[in-house]
């Protein structure tokens, strides 16, 4: 067992006091007496490569695989290959393997053989007991007046109500930090105000508020805006056609659900005058109010002075301040080093605000409102964002993200920042709103020509979008395509001549024709079939994807356009869609498929002639279209062709095409079912050319629809 040059003590010491000057209900019961971890002096004399083992030839623990460098002492280094060793280990010398027994320890979970340890970040350690679920950890030192020693993180200790005066001070911080120094935050003065906004000021002592016209308001006027999820719960307060006037005149503090009264109280304190909230600003079971405001969400949302998010609340009574006990701290050590001590805690760690995810199978923390489609847009739009979490607020605007405990400062999470990723794929200049494509040109080369970029980033960037949002969840899927249409508006500031089509754009309509899926279950009414909106799926939690050979170079368009083109209400194309036409010209190939065990072995054209399709053949078909498989055996389909990766024949390894079914045969219309790759095997240029007049002497070329 490698050895350290001071082992760790095992004697129980007082905390020292002096190293932080929170109460102690921060603290164990017994936090008189814990363990103490003392390092050796020279633990910060860390040049990166030395460690700190006496035993000779030792590079790692036998047990957790820690190098013995001060510097990663907190680094993942492998699950621990024998967790029944780690007391043993740790009471040996090794700190990392001590650190992690206390955690244990702390948690009264017994290191079983059953027992699992996974560590994903220098701040996160997955554990679970043989018979529990998984719980996701921290451990940490608090900062003070020095630094820590090497290695070891720091984070923050929370209050036990969010609602305390500390978190709003740190709101309003973040927010004046982004005000004052984000240039990228920054966006051109607007005259733009909301049809209707709340007035937050009270009328009188029992808070109540009133609804405004926008057009009543001074056009500098400062507006939050709130996201939240709406869940079962239709609130009372709503205003519809019957109550429009009675709302202009005072809406009663006691009809509002508590997550507006909370984030009434939230726009008050930052000093904001006025508050949108869709279900009182939107006159609800109003279609016709509804179809004039859904196209206006861009604006919304840009032009909020911080957007409110509710993340944690399954519906507009949860409210917006909470406490969660399972994230409160565990003192578990003292770490000494030169007569200095510094307090080492543990907790629940929360999910990355900065990723947006629901939930995670390492953890328990949930948040519905990540899951939401509609509170994507009004996330990555909003300049910036005020979340409440039930344990702590977290701030991120295109600039940075944070949070409370400190756990979203890291330089990583700042790069995995999903609006600062959005609008960097856009090269904004949000001054002037004027987005330069540089996928057009980036620089100049040696001999002083344009060099041009040979993958678009505004397009693979847009996909990558609908990957995500594909899979969020809608009440209602016909408003899958108007849920995103304040990003397509943003994204077409970086892709002014091009049209956007249902969800696809006219620039590379051919590549953002080919998404798939393995869980479409049936097709939303009026809806194009060729959109990636049109389709419901059989899992919430699925999406669409996209082949990523389409991102190759050599990517060439086979398929001729002939009219792709969408009509709006209002005009607004980023708002409901009305109606939609899709005429390609290409090659058609009637075919069936016959399958064994759901895989294509063959795959038989126009006179029962065939090619053998499947692994260990030169030649395999990748289908997506699950609505196929519910005919077994022999499938009848037609496939359009679409693309291929080289402009030469004889240099082309893969086709791309579309999977149709006939709706009107003699109008040549059709329905997209799905798509397929064909990859071509082997070098042979012999066999790739004997494949293509295959398919080209059992297809024809062909101008139809898709509907």
């Not at 400190?406 to 700042?414: E, K």
């Not at 508006?489 to 309509?509: D, M, T």
Request: with cysteine; hydrophobic share 35%.
């Amino acid at each position: 067992m490698p050895r350290f040059t001071h082992f760790v003590a095992l004697r129980k010491s007082a905390a020292d006091s002096s190293t932080t000057s929170l109460s102690s209900n921060h603290f164990l019961a017994d936090s008189s007496q814990v363990p103490e971890i003392i390092l050796p002096d020279d633990w910060n004399v860390d040049s990166g490569t030395r460690c700190i083992w006496t035993e000779p030839g030792k590079g790692k623990c036998d047990v957790c695989g820690w190098t013995g460098q001060p510097s990663k002492i907190q680094l993942p280094s492998g699950v621990p290959n024998n967790i029944l060793k780690l007391r043993t280990s740790g009471e040996s010398g090794c700190i990392k393997c001590r650190l992690m027994t206390l955690m244990f320890d702390a948690l009264h979970i017994h290191i079983g053989p059953r027992s699992d340890i996974y560590q994903t970040s220098s701040s996160e350690y997955n554990i679970r007991a043989s018979t529990s679920s998984w719980r996701s950890m921290s451990i940490f030192t608090t900062a003070c007046a020095r630094p820590p020693p090497c290695g070891i993180i720091t984070r923050s200790l929370l209050d036990q109500e969010t609602t305390s005066q500390q978190s709003l001070q740190w709101a309003k911080n973040q927010i004046s930090s982004c005000i004052i120094s984000h240039e990228q935050c920054h966006i051109t003065a607007s005259d733009f105000l909301p049809t209707r906004l709340i007035c937050v000021m009270p009328l009188n002592q029992d808070g109540d508020v009133v609804l405004v016209d926008g057009s009543m308001i001074p056009q500098d006027a400062r507006y939050c805006a709130l996201s939240y999820c709406w869940g079962g719960l239709e609130p009372g307060c709503k205003t519809t056609a019957s109550t429009l006037a009675d709302r202009k005149t005072c809406i009663s503090w006691k009809s509002l659900t508590k997550t507006f009264q909370d984030a009434i109280m939230i726009t008050r304190q930052l000093d904001v005058p006025y508050l949108w909230i869709d279900s009182m600003c939107i006159m609800q079971n109003d279609e016709a109010d509804w179809l004039h405001e859904a196209g206006k969400m861009f604006n919304v949302y840009l032009n909020s002075f911080v957007t409110i998010g509710a993340i944690s609340g399954k519906d507009s009574n949860a409210g917006l301040w909470g406490r969660s006990v399972d994230r409160d701290p565990n003192l578990i050590a003292t770490l000494r080093l030169r007569g200095k001590a510094w307090p080492l805690y543990i907790r629940q760690q929360h999910l990355p605000f900065y990723e947006w995810r629901e939930k995670s199978y390492f953890s328990s923390e949930y948040y519905p409102l990540f899951g939401r489609a509609w509170a994507y847009q009004e996330r990555l739009i909003s300049p910036r964002v005020l979340l409440f979490s039930d344990s702590e607020l977290a701030f991120q605007c295109i600039s940075k993200v944070s949070c409370q405990c400190g756990a979203d400062n890291s330089a990583m999470a700042q790069k995995a920042n999903r609006k600062s990723q959005f609008f960097k794929s856009l090269n904004i200049n949000r001054e002037e709103k004027v987005l330069s494509p540089r996928m057009i040109f980036e620089n100049y080369d040696d001999r002083g020509d344009m060099r041009q970029i040979e993958e678009n980033s505004l397009e693979s960037s847009w996909r990558d979008i609908v990957t995500y949002y594909s899979g969020l969840h809608l009440s209602n899927e016909h408003d899958r395509l108007v849920a995103i249409g304040a990003v397509a508006e943003q994204v077409h500031l970086a892709r002014l001549n091009e049209k956007y089509l249902a969800g696809l754009w006219s620039g590379s309509l051919l590549k953002d024709l080919l998404w798939q899926s393995s869980q479409v279950i049936d097709k939303v009414d009026n809806e194009p079939s060729w959109s990636w909106s049109s389709w419901k799926f059989a899992d919430k939690d699925k999406n669409v994807s996209y082949p990523p050979s389409i991102s190759m170079p050599d990517f060439e368009g086979l398929a001729r356009i002939i009219e792709a083109t969408c009509q709006y209400t209002e005009g607004n194309q980023f708002g409901v869609l009305v109606s939609s036409k899709l005429v390609l010209r290409g090659r058609l190939l009637k075919c069936r498929s016959l399958q064994q065990y759901d895989f294509p072995r063959r795959l038989i054209f126009g006179n029962w002639g065939f090619m053998k399709l499947g692994l260990g053949h030169r030649t395999f078909l990748t289908i997506n279209t699950p609505l196929l498989s519910r005919n077994p055996w022999l499938r009848k389909f037609y496939m359009l062709e679409i693309a291929a990766d080289a402009v030469q024949v004889s240099k082309r390894t893969i086709w791309w095409y579309l999977i149709l079914l006939p709706s009107d045969l003699e109008n040549k219309e059709f329905t997209r079912i799905g798509m397929a790759t064909m990859h071509l095997g082997g070098n042979n240029h012999r066999v790739v050319r004997a494949a293509w007049r295959f398919i080209t002497t059992r297809s024809e070329i062909t101008t139809l629809e898709i509907v």
